[in-house]
């Protein structure tokens, strides 16, 4: 029986679940005759924008790909988006419910960071607790989310694996507890236990495995967020970039951050605003030189592209030098 079988089975959820975290029901079942989006922007274009020259949707957005050491021009209808990325397999009812929900939450979204970024002010509570909800949802969506969470099943599965073939009677009874037979061939014990040894397998998941556990988790991501204490950081010129990992997650090197343990967490509202959320209150000193660094944190995060309102954005390199060339930019040098 091949591994990924037993830990990663297909899954399947409605659309309308989801739907309901933030609808009230006015939005009905889905419309059959409406053409599907097929553009899934991972990073929202409403987001985007205030990182533009203009805070606008139609604003220019330069996008600097560190993957393909290339920088372009371009808009945030233009960026930051896969094709199908969130559709759900068959039988869905609505195989675009995620992306229709996002769209939904973006349009509730969009106003705040509208008057955030033109006021240049923090947000109120109701702002904030609405922003921390977005944040959640932000650090699922992207594409660094998916190998994040398929490596932490990968990393529980050894583990649980390498406890239940402790010995034949141990693997048998793991077997009958998952309701599986363990007469089926290719379910002995000395079989499996070289093939785990052999380490020449790998998990997989498909898209609707993703999005179960993104959405399954956001109500804890949340309450974890708003134990932080969250403070809010101005720059008049608009030197904030933003990156296709829009959450950014600081701790001690060597060991697995997350929303709970992480020093520092910063999320940059628009090119002006800079949110940061810490474990104790501390006040930052808002120059140019702090919000260099906090550049460089976001590009140490990027996936694979940075975005911001001007090419020769300033970053903070390990020398503590203001630079703003970005290819002179290696995460290798932190």
Request: proline share 6%; with cysteine.
């Given at each position: 029986?091949?591994?990924h ?40 274009q ?33 960026a930051?988006?896969i ?6 397999s ?5 195989p ?9 939450l ?38 660094r ?20 073939l ?25 079989s ?43 720059t008049?010129?608009?030197?904030l ?23 520092l ?28 660094s906090?550049?460089t ?14 090419a ?23």
């Amino acid at each position: 029986m091949p591994l990924h079988f037993i830990v990663a089975q297909k899954t399947h959820f409605s659309g309308v679940a989801i739907l309901a975290r933030f609808d009230n029901g006015s939005m009905g079942p889905p419309i059959r005759h409406e053409a599907q989006p097929r553009r899934h922007h991972y990073v929202p274009q409403c987001w985007l924008a205030g990182f533009t020259e203009t805070g606008e949707n139609d604003g220019r957005l330069w996008v600097t790909d560190f993957s393909r050491q290339r920088q372009w021009p371009t808009t945030p209808a233009n960026a930051g988006h896969i094709r199908d990325f969130y559709r759900l397999s068959d039988p869905a009812p609505d195989p675009v419910a995620v992306e229709r929900f996002f769209s939904r939450l973006e349009g509730m979204v969009a106003p705040v960071l509208r008057a955030l970024d033109t006021e240049r002010r923090p947000p109120s509570d109701d702002e904030l607790d609405l922003l921390l909800h977005f944040i959640a949802y932000q650090w699922v969506r992207v594409p660094r989310f998916r190998p994040f969470v398929l490596g932490v099943l990968e990393r529980f599965t050894r583990q649980r694996m390498t406890e239940e073939l402790r010995t034949p009677e141990t693997w048998r009874a793991g077997l009958i507890e998952a309701g599986m037979d363990p007469d089926a061939p290719g379910a002995d014990y000395e079989s499996v236990r070289r093939f785990l040894e052999s380490g020449e397998y790998s998990i997989t998941a498909e898209t609707d495995w993703y999005l179960q556990r993104a959405f399954s988790d956001i109500d804890g991501l949340v309450e974890i967020l708003r134990r932080r204490y969250w403070g809010t950081s101005i720059t008049q010129q608009g030197r904030l970039i933003a990156s296709d990992n829009p959450v950014v997650m600081e701790g001690e090197r060597g060991q697995m951050i997350g929303f709970a343990n992480a020093e520092l967490i910063i999320y940059a509202v628009s090119r002006h605003v800079l949110l940061t959320g810490t474990l104790v209150r501390v006040a930052a000193p808002m120059n140019f030189n702090y919000f260099a660094s906090m550049n460089t944190l976001t590009l140490l995060s990027v996936d694979a592209q940075a975005y911001s309102h001007i090419a020769d954005f300033p970053w903070m390199d390990e020398n503590r030098h203001s630079q703003t060339d970005w290819q002179r930019f290696s995460k290798d040098r932190f």
